[in-house]
């Protein structure tokens, strides 16, 4: 459909990046009352007057969440503002009960960090410095449903339903300085940049990171410019892109789809735009008649955040290891090749690894489930790993389990199958299942015998010393113990009873 | 010197969300031009050397500790509510911009 | 009986001379016989405040501690929220709310036993200086029922005016508690910012906004502001200090060596004459109790209007954001195929009056950018001025003194289409708001020339609160002496045929 092809778009034309990142902290409580966070209560269960904005109520603010949020200030290398404030932005939405957002303007809390992200290109690894402008405080909205009209969305709607568990729940927003210098490269630094944010917030156990369900959520701004050029060009925000890849194409996309307007001699146009994860393409916001004016003003019900240098060096202290540098310190450890370590970080394993292997795993084997049969499942079910029902804990049974002489590669395999299908822990599914491995030297020769009774030919060949031939033999047994037996155990008897050493 | 036409009057309107008749709009219109010009006269005396009060305490650092407190009912929650329909708040059709 | 202070209430019913079921009745009795004249409430919880009293009653007859003014009666603004009772605000867009919490304020009285007998009339959302904006028709001054009762609190003081309470709560954000106890012949006091939880006292103007007792004696007054005031975690402005002991100095009322510094800038031209004959009375009988009186200046009051009127519309503006049709209160226009938008429009067009639409206006303009720095801004920094002005008159002196207001009271309708000059109601009462300090207004007399009760303001410094029941107790107690009555003996008993 795209007439224009990414490698005509910068061969051209220089992407500049701006990205800002909004997490859900995980903190028992709202932002600014008692409520609780849990995600998925029953609707309007997790309400009450201050996050109803009925008359009268007022916000306090909640400790946790301003620990949070300077912990996450320091750990992307920002100042911590000894003097900051809430501001209100005002504007009327349905979602947000008292048609202000409580946010901070012009004194956030956290200023001019740093992220580093590296990621592969042509000429090797390389690494991006994606500088932070501001981290600031403010709270989430309400969930709306649209009910009526074809598409349950909110145009064509008839009316709307809604439930406010989700207003007030603490939000931090993260965002860039604007990002030039990425070239060809910048959907992947894009998509770098948040996976790094989602790896640090992990790390620091502040947030449930989850895309898809909107614990983290980013909104990609995106301009061109002549390469040469150092005039920036209009940008687009596009919103609503909730998984890493979606990050990557929603920049690629719009990339393509800026090229082609300023190649036709067309405008880009400041707008909002829609992200949609089907087709990979945005969509115009509705855009409005007029701009709004948030109408900002100091939040005259809270008083200034004024955290203390004590305060903050004690927070400072008890940061976790940098996840970059974490990294570096597995692979070394694990002695894991870089292609290795990189698929394990493409596909998001590598914490369950570390976990696997903690339990007592051999590295090189719990990685092997994870990267091998185990993404190969969640890759058939179109899932993450993470959403599977199997566990580091799992892993690490089945791995010591393989190890004992247990179970076999084979065997093991049909065991992670079923602990993903639900049908419980390892052993459970061995139990269920009545998988055992055949390790009966009787069992095996009576089979050993029937087949070779069975196929006498076959057998005499071998007996001549026609080894080869065994193969269709040892077949033969395994279908005849269902699989259970150990190949190299049937081998070697079998080799044995028809007078040849087992080699 | 300092004066609104009935065009700011109506796009203020438009801001606050209240839909003002044309009488309305012309009665403000004057109004507001006689109000700005005595509140404008803060402007004598706020220069630049003097710093902004935005709050009458000097508070700072008010917290509460993250504990979780019960939530009203959602009959409660819902008791004022001109519209409901399954346990949440029913409102007209929202025009504008996908949350 | 119902002519009593609040404090004798008290002991009557301490030594069980009375119980207070039959004192609640006889406020209720008292009620439906005046206030069709007076249109002090708006609602009448009869049977909320009959089984208050009871409890009350059943209480003492167990022999439990009870507060000091348990089983006294009190009128509460209807700006402060009161579970399962209608709370208005005097506003169409709230009406037949029922708020499903307690403000603290309704939290505390309760616990101390206070009877509350209804919800009191008031300009729509606290914005006026007669009550003339209330949704619900005016409250009449129990002085001259042609007159206004000030406001916004008109409905509290006229209630106590008029004998229907002997307590009652207001709200003051520029003079809403003091300009209305001044026209009324009443006292009202509206504590230092923070003094008293704002927790379910629906804004106005967050940063002004503060609720306080009202009755008609200085002690009664610091009685109820006891029961009221003290820290609140669920207000992040509420002080976390020890509540400044008012009922003492309510009690001792000793003011000797105490120097008052009479406001240089408040007490000129634009004064009534009768008003400030009998303020510079005042002064006279307090150097008389022993009290220095010294001249302090404030030079930049004059600019505390203007700044008002720029802060409170740019709060409100936001604060009156969350009535948008949608979560409760008013709905209109909600037909086939209308918007939200539409909807919350309609809504607010129909459902606010005229001068809370002016004012919503005034702020949503002060704050809107490219204005912001020269209106709310510079409004900001004028509040700075007037703070250091305070500071340094505290310096030379203990209180500070004016005159309430600059008028006795108006006639309803008189100032109804000129909003300056009604906001110049609040001239002197408007900078102890802008510096967050206390403020109390008490009765000093009569105008000459009309007749109307003239209000004596005290101001004292952050969390000093005591010093002004000092000095209020002490005029107080000159006064009662030169009249020989209290003043509102003198006022029409409006009992019997209208």
Redesign the interface.
């Known amino acids: 459909m795209s007439a224009l092809t990414y490698e005509d778009v910068i061969s051209k034309y220089e992407p500049v990046l701006g990205l800002e990142v909004h997490v859900e902290l995980n903190t028992n409580s709202k932002m600014f009352c008692g409520c609780s966070t849990i995600f998925g209560a029953e609707p309007n269960t997790q309400t009450c007057?201050v996050c109803?904005?009925?008359?009268?109520?007022?916000?306090?603010?909640n400790e946790k969440a301003i620990e949070s949020t300077i912990l996450i200030g320091l750990a992307l290398n920002c100042s911590i503002a000894p003097f900051s404030r809430f501001a209100?932005k005002?504007y009327?939405y349905?979602d947000m009960?008292?048609?202000?957002q409580i946010s901070q303007y012009d004194e956030p809390i956290c200023v001019n960090g740093y992220v580093d992200v590296e990621i592969d290109t042509d000429e090797g690894p390389k690494s991006f410095r994606i500088e932070i402008e501001r981290v600031h405080m403010e709270e989430d909205t309400g969930k709306s449903l649209h009910v009526g009209g074809s598409t349950g969305r909110i145009h064509g709607a008839d009316y709307?339903l809604?439930d406010y568990n989700r207003a007030g729940i603490p939000l931090v927003e993260i965002v860039t300085k604007i990002v030039p210098g990425t070239g060809k490269y910048a959907p992947e630094v894009a998509k770098a940049y948040v996976a790094e944010l989602r790896d640090i917030l992990r790390a620091l156990g502040v947030s449930d990171v989850k895309m898809e369900q909107g614990s983290l959520r980013c909104d990609a701004n995106v301009s061109l410019r002549l390469i040469g050029s150092d005039v920036l060009g209009t940008r687009s925000e596009t919103k609503n892109v909730n998984s890493l890849r979606s990050v990557e194409r929603a920049v690629r996309g719009e990339m393509i789809r800026h090229a082609e307007r300023l190649n036709k001699g067309e405008k880009v146009v400041q707008e909002t735009r829609h992200f949609q994860e089907d087709t990979g393409l945005t969509r115009s916001g509705r855009s409005k008649e007029q701009a709004e004016?948030y109408?900002?003003?100091p939040e005259?019900?809270?008083?200034p955040v004024a955290p203390d240098a004590q305060w903050i060096e004690k927070l400072r202290a008890s940061l976790p290891e940098r996840p970059s540098l974490r990294r570096k310190r597995l692979q070394e450890q694990w002695s894991v090749p870089d292609k290795e370590m990189a698929a394990m970080i493409n596909a998001d394993v590598l914490n369950l690894v570390e976990e696997t292997v903690l339990l007592g795993s051999d590295p090189t084997k719990a990685r092997s489930w994870w990267l091998g049969e185990i993404s190969r499942l969640a890759n058939e079910k179109d899932v993450t790993i993470s959403e599977l029902a199997i566990s580091a804990k799992d892993v690490a049974e089945i791995v010591s389990l393989v190890a004992q002489g247990e179970l076999t590669d084979k065997l093991a395999r049909g065991v992670v199958e079923g602990v993903i299908a639900g049908e419980g822990t390892p052993a459970q599914v061995i139990a269920s299942r009545g998988i055992k491995v055949v390790n009966d030297d009787g069992a095996l020769m009576a089979a050993i015998e029937k087949v070779c009774s069975e196929q006498s030919e076959t057998a005499e060949k071998v007996r001549n010393g026609h080894v080869p031939a065994a193969g269709a033999l040892i077949g033969a047994v395994m279908k005849e113990t269902k699989g259970q037996a150990d190949a190299a155990r049937v081998r070697e008897l079998l080799l044995g009873h028809l007078g040849q050493a087992a080699n | 010197m300092s004066s609104?036409s009935r065009d700011?009057?109506a796009n203020?309107?438009r801001?606050?969300?209240?839909?003002?008749?044309d009488q309305?709009l012309e009665n403000?219109t004057t109004?507001?031009g006689?109000?700005?010009n005595?509140?404008?006269?803060?402007?004598?005396?706020?220069?630049t050397d003097?710093?902004?009060?935005?709050?009458?305490?000097a508070?700072t650092n008010?917290f509460?500790t993250d504990v979780v407190i019960p939530s009203?009912t959602p009959e409660?929650?819902l008791?004022?509510?001109?519209?409901s329909e399954d346990q949440r708040?029913r409102?007209?059709?929202?025009?504008?911009e996908e949350a | 009986m119902i002519k009593n202070s609040a404090a004798e209430m008290a002991q009557s019913l301490a030594s069980g001379t009375i119980t207070s079921v039959a004192l609640t009745q006889a406020h209720l009795d008292r009620i439906a016989e005046v206030d069709g004249k007076v249109h002090a409430f708006l609602h009448v919880d009869t049977q909320g405040a009959l089984k208050q009293a009871a409890d009350v009653d059943a209480a003492r007859a167990r022999g439990e501690k009870l507060g000091p003014l348990a089983g006294v009666p009190l009128a509460l603004k209807d700006v402060?929220?009161q579970k399962d009772v209608p709370?208005t605000?005097g506003s169409k867009i709230?009406e037949g709310?029922?708020?499903?919490?307690d403000?603290t304020v309704v939290s505390k009285l309760k616990g101390a036993g206070v009877v509350i007998l209804g919800k009191t009339n008031m300009d729509e959302f606290a914005m006026g200086s007669s009550t003339e904006n209330s949704a619900y028709g005016p409250t009449h001054n129990p002085w001259d029922l042609t007159r206004i009762p000030g406001g916004s609190g008109g409905g509290s003081s006229a209630a106590l005016a008029a004998f229907e309470a002997p307590l009652a709560i207001g709200t003051d954000t520029g003079g809403s508690i003091r300009q209305p106890a001044a026209v009324t012949g009443t006292v009202g006091v509206k504590p230092t910012?923070?003094g008293v939880s704002?927790?379910?006292?629906?804004?106005f103007?967050?940063?002004?906004d503060q609720a306080g007792p009202c009755a008609r004696t200085v002690l009664d007054t610091a009685l109820l502001h006891e029961v009221i005031a003290g820290h609140d975690?669920?207000?992040?402005?509420s002080?976390n200090a020890p509540v400044p002991q008012v009922v003492a100095a309510a009690k001792s009322g000793d003011v000797k060596g105490m120097k008052i510094g009479v406001v240089k800038e408040l007490n000129g031209d634009g004064y009534q004459a009768g008003v400030r004959q009998r303020f510079e009375e005042s002064l006279e009988l307090l150097a008389q109790a022993g009290a220095e009186i010294v001249e302090v200046s404030a030079p930049?009051f004059e600019?505390a209007?203007?700044?008002y009127?720029?802060i409170a519309p740019?709060?409100c503006?936001?604060n009156l954001?969350?009535?948008?049709?949608?979560?409760?209160?008013?709905?209109v226009g909600?037909t086939d195929?209308?918007?939200?938008?539409?909807?919350?429009?309609?809504t607010?067009?129909v459902g606010?009056g005229r001068e809370v639409?002016?004012r919503?206006?005034?702020g949503?303009?002060?704050?809107?950018?490219g204005y912001?720095d020269?209106?709310?801004?510079?409004?900001?920094?004028?509040?700075?001025?007037i703070?250091q002005d305070f500071n340094n008159a505290f310096a030379k002196c203990d209180v500070m003194v004016s005159p309430t207001c600059p008028t006795t009271a108006f006639k309803i309708g008189e100032k109804a289409n000129d909003?300056?000059a009604m906001y110049l109601n609040d001239i002197a009462t408007i900078p102890v708001n802008?510096?967050?300090i206390g403020g109390m207004s008490l009765p000093c007399g009569v105008a000459s020339e009309d007749g109307l009760p003239v209000g004596f303001q005290i101001m004292s410094p952050v969390m000093q609160d005591q010093r002004m029941y000092s000095v209020g107790a002490a005029l107080e107690a000159a006064l009662l002496s030169k009249w020989g009555a209290p003043l509102l003996s003198q006022a029409p008993s409006l009992g019997g045929a209208a």
């Open positions: 007057p109803l904005a009925l008359p009268g109520a007022l916000p306090v603010v209100r005002n009327f349905p009960p008292k048609n202000f709307s809604l004016d109408r900002y003003f005259p019900d809270l008083v | 609104l700011d009057v203020l309107a801001l606050a969300r209240i839909e003002m008749t309305e403000l109004e507001f006689v109000i700005l005595a509140v404008a006269r803060v402007q004598e005396v706020a220069t003097v710093a902004a009060t935005s709050h009458p305490l508070l008010i509460r009203l409660e929650a008791s004022g509510a001109p519209a708040f409102v007209p059709q929202i025009l504008g | 402060l929220v709370t605000c709230l709310w029922r708020p499903p919490y403000s910012y923070g704002r927790y379910g006292l629906v804004a103007s967050s940063s002004l975690p669920k207000d992040s402005t002080i930049n600019y209007l203007a700044a009127y720029l740019s709060e503006s936001s954001a969350r009535f948008d049709a949608m979560r409760y209160g008013l709905r909600d195929g209308a918007s939200a938008e539409s909807v919350m429009n309609m607010r067009e606010f639409k002016r919503i206006l005034l949503t303009y002060a704050l809107s950018s912001y020269a209106y709310y801004g510079s409004a900001q920094k004028v509040r700075t001025l703070t909003p300056l802008m510096a967050g």
